[in-house]
């Protein structure tokens, strides 16, 4: 099991990509059900973050992540991810994965 959450957070961390949809998108994950996702926002001076979403998703019928990210207004945001396998296991959160969601339609840069 240790094995399994080792790998779920490394392909995670590789394979999170952000779609101009926009869709957050994490590769399918061999055996994951279902994925939880937390999001936070970094609002107000001096910025704080605050977890504005934790939400318990099923996974794609390919087993991937897909996260839509529409509803979120401009600002910079973090999502942190885990995954449940066919037994009921939970990993870890994953990473933080900080985004800006842009102004114009469609916008999501990636911070470093």
């Known amino acids: 099991?240790?094995?399994l959450?080792?790998?779920?957070l490394g392909?995670?961390?590789?394979?999170?990509?952000?779609?101009a949809a926009?869709?957050?998108?994490?590769?399918p994950q061999?055996?994951?059900?279902?994925?939880?996702?937390?999001?936070k926002q970094q609002t107000g001076t001096p910025p704080v973050w605050s977890v504005i979403e934790t939400t318990t998703f099923a996974a794609?019928?390919?087993?991937?992540?897909?996260?839509?990210?529409?509803?979120?207004?401009?600002?910079?945001?973090?999502f942190r991810l885990k995954a449940a396998d066919v037994e009921g296991w939970w990993s870890d959160f994953s990473d933080p994965?900080?985004?800006i969601k842009c102004?114009?339609?469609?916008?999501?840069?990636?911070?470093p």
């Open 22 to 27: 926009p869709f957050l998108v994490c590769d």
């Open 11 to 19: 392909i995670l961390l590789m394979a999170s990509t952000t779609f």
């Open 60 to 78: 794609q019928a390919d087993t991937s992540a897909r996260w839509d990210l529409a509803k979120y207004t401009v600002g910079l945001y973090s």
């Open 5 to 8: 959450v080792l790998i779920i």
């Open 1 to 3: 099991m240790k094995t």
């Open 30 to 39: 061999a055996g994951i059900t279902q994925y939880t996702i937390e999001v």
């Open 97 to 99: 994965f900080d985004a």
């Open 103 to 111: 102004g114009k339609p469609g916008g999501v840069k990636i911070t």
